[in-house]
């Protein structure tokens, strides 16, 4: 096994949202990636996917954060306690983050999207199409991730 | 927007393959990713979902390839020129892998995990389980992109 090594990486552009704490984590959240402009040209042919995934580097998890081994899902004590791999937790030894987002539209170094729970000024730090190779059927979740989405689908209609 | 920031990283583990060059990409390819030791307990109750996102750190790729701005997908000239962000292409500013693979099983540090394309020796850098969140329907891709993977199935049943 290699040495341990550390990795450095420079942010390919930023996000913009106009949404504020939980509003970031609403599906029909529009946000915006500021792609720095020396990169504008790797957009080309972006625009013919439907949909994308962002990487995005979450800046605001401490050090102390990033310690975490164990968690309660959504910090509920009626979940069980579960190492941070076995969650989407933003506590974790490396802060990244994964959202599958719907591509809006692409205008010169401005990539618009739907989805994105990200906060305003989030360092991005990658964005791949998704194609039918992320896709699989026959998923099998736990039973309390199941118990979570309910409970969530539950209120959104409720606020409907 | 915050001023251009350098984020740096630790591997939370390495790949371990017996598969060399094009068989990392065969979909039945298993392989096992070696956690830290002291990050065992940060997989408790993975073993309950089916599938997982890998995020990994392509370390092969150079400096020089990682200011690719356009490819051609595969390198293959009788496909359009497009930018490395609507492709996969390993050639990218934050050379960062994210594959969705099967769980097979766990052993202390070790997961074991079925369609893996990543080499041997390759820094992992976070493991998330892949939900329901994950999916979308109405998925739209390029013609180009239909095309490949015409062509890469018609390959498979011939080597059947």
Redesign the interface.
């Known amino acids: ?2 040495a ?9 552009g ?1 996000v ?1 949202t106009k949404a504020v704490g939980k509003e970031v984590r609403d599906p029909s959240n529009v946000s915006k990636i ?1 792609l ?1 402009q020396d ?1 504008t ?6 625009e ?4 994308l ?1 962002v ?1 995005f ?1 979450m ?1 605001e998890i401490s050090k102390e954060e990033r310690r975490t ?2 968690v309660h899902p959504r910090g509920r004590m009626d979940m ?9 937790t933003p506590h ?3 802060p ?1 983050g ?1 959202t ?1 987002v ?1 591509l809006l539209r692409v205008e010169g170094n401005i990539v618009t999207v739907r989805g994105l729970d990200a906060f305003d ?1 989030t ?1 991005v ?12 059927e ?6 309390w ?1 199941m118990r979570l ?1 309910k409970e969530r689908s539950e209120k959104r209609k409720a606020n409907k």
């Open positions: 096994m290699p341990t090594e550390k990795i450095e990486l420079k942010p390919i930023f913009k500021v720095r990169l040209e790797a957009l080309d042919g972006i013919d996917f439907s949909h995934f990487i580097w800046h081994m164990k069980p306690l579960l190492g941070v791999f076995a969650t989407r974790r030894p490396n990244i994964l599958l719907e000024g360092p730090l990658d964005i791949k199409p998704f194609d039918h190779w992320d896709r699989t026959d998923v099998k979740v736990p039973e991730w989405e």
